[in-house]
């Protein structure tokens, strides 16, 4: 089947820790997405790249890093200079910079 | 950078009422796209809207992409308990620095009541 995965589900993490979270996708889609959600609050951009080896900061970059050297694979680290790291992680694809985007089923990560 | 207003924040209603919620940004976008998440789980998309003025149904959904290009809204008619979620709209931006980037509203919370 065609889609997006994130690993883990679940992810605990000791305070100074870096992280890094997984997203595949074997959808061919050029642009992939990294949000970030908290507690009854929306989606904020943290990373999105539209091609390989290439990749924007979003609105709240700061105490993140992505890489992007393949197509179907965006991993999204958070660093220790993240000052409050624990929140449900979504990541998206997309053909084009235009067309409708696909998500994840979302990492959530507590740092302890 | 973009921003986005959804709006309203929350809504508490009846089974069989009908429900409107919209969002409006600074900028203009080249898509509006219309999401439904579920608790602990990712966005699942509802509806793409990708010219001015279109108006697109999908079941009891309808969704309009706004004349101006900075706004949009989505109607729900004859809710049912299975609508209870958050709601979201994205805006995908029209070019220069905001080109690729895609948006988010802060999401409508929508309750039905049996």
């Known amino acids: 089947d065609g889609g997006i995965t994130q690993s883990p589900k679940y992810l605990f993490r000791k305070e100074g820790q870096n992280v890094t979270l997984s997203c595949e996708q074997n959808?061919?889609?050029?642009?992939m997405y990294w949000y970030r959600q908290d507690p009854g609050q929306g989606l904020r951009l943290i990373y999105y790249s539209q091609i390989v080896n290439d990749f924007q900061k979003g609105d709240i970059a700061e105490g993140y890093s992505v890489s992007r050297e393949k197509k179907e694979s965006f991993p999204l680290t958070v660093t220790s200079a993240q000052k409050n790291p624990t929140a449900f992680y979504l990541c998206?694809?997309?053909?084009?910079?235009?067309?409708?985007?696909?998500f994840g089923q979302g990492t959530r990560l507590t740092v302890v | 950078g973009q921003q986005l207003n959804q709006s309203p924040q929350s809504m508490f209603i009846q089974e069989g009422e009908d429900v409107s919620m919209n969002c409006t940004s600074s900028s203009i976008f080249n898509t509006w796209l219309w999401y439904k998440q579920d608790p602990g789980e990712g966005p699942v998309l509802l509806i793409a809207?990708?010219?001015?003025?279109e108006l697109t149904s999908n079941g009891r959904l309808t969704a309009q992409f706004g004349i101006t290009r900075k706004d949009s809204f989505l109607n729900i008619s004859a809710s049912i308990p299975s609508d209870v979620g958050i709601y979201f709209c994205a805006g995908s931006g029209a070019g220069g620095t905001s080109y690729g980037k895609l948006t988010f509203g802060q999401g409508t919370i929508l309750t039905v009541h049996p």
């Open positions: 959808l061919n889609h050029d642009a």
């Open positions: 998206a694809s997309r053909q084009t910079s235009g067309a409708e985007a696909f």
């Open positions: 809207l990708y010219k001015a003025g």
